[in-house]
């Protein structure tokens, strides 16, 4: 039986903790099998972008695709950020699916995340996800289920790693926690959110208010 197949039953097997309250993203945690990050990059493998797969001190979290709602403010942060880094030359704005290890045996995939311009492959070979060493900031939209995790761990992983800033964004409270390795406790931002990175010229300021309309007030269908 190939490894691959064994992972795959493992996962059958595994005992999932399901938060049913979850309306955007549900995550679920396989629990009884410490994994390892050779072992989550091989479920990545497979080509496709859902389910996400992130690891985190040994747990494993799977996560399926996101809302509507999730995606329109991905939209709507992306395009505002990736006008600003290009403007200030901060590097490249990435949406997941990725593989960044931040620290050794732990993967995580940021909704929108920044790559320092620094970054590149050895000369000869395409760019890999393990280029990617340090972040200049990572933004994770949460959902009722992802709230613990975002909150918690994912901010506990990004803050060990020593990441500039990590926002977390909740669409529901109209409310940014803007969270950074040098303070121990985030600045909750409701009217505005106010942003200058190292290297940057000029800061970026997000009205919110407008912001957070904006995307619950859009309609698809």
Not at 20 to 27: D, F, I, L, N, S
Request: net charge neutral; glycine share 4%.
């Amino acid at each position: 039986m190939s490894w691959h197949r064994r992972v795959n039953d493992t996962l059958r097997r595994a005992h999932l903790r399901i938060l049913r309250y979850a309306e955007q993203t549900m995550g679920m945690s396989a629990i009884r099998h410490h994994w390892t990050a050779d072992q989550v990059a091989e479920l990545q493998q497979e080509s496709r972008h859902w389910p996400r797969y992130e690891l985190i001190e040994g747990e494993l979290i799977v996560t399926p695709a996101p809302g509507v709602e999730h995606q329109l403010a991905v939209q709507e942060f992306l395009f505002i950020l990736h006008e600003y880094v290009e403007q200030q030359r901060l590097g490249t704005v990435f949406l997941s699916p990725a593989d960044i290890r931040l620290i050794p045996e732990s993967i995580v995939q940021p909704d929108i995340f920044v790559v320092p311009p620094a970054v590149g492959p050895p000369l000869g070979r395409k760019a890999k996800w393990s280029d990617v060493k340090a972040l200049v900031l990572a933004v994770e939209i949460v959902s009722p289920s992802s709230v613990r995790t975002d909150r918690l761990h994912k901010r506990d992983l990004y803050m060990r790693a020593g990441l500039p800033d990590y926002w977390v964004v909740d669409v529901d409270a109209r409310v940014v926690e803007q969270w950074s390795s040098q303070r121990a406790t985030p600045i909750p931002c409701v009217e505005a959110l106010n942003w200058q990175p190292g290297g940057a010229v000029e800061p970026l300021t997000i009205n919110l208010i407008e912001l957070f309309r904006t995307i619950t007030g859009k309609r698809i269908l």
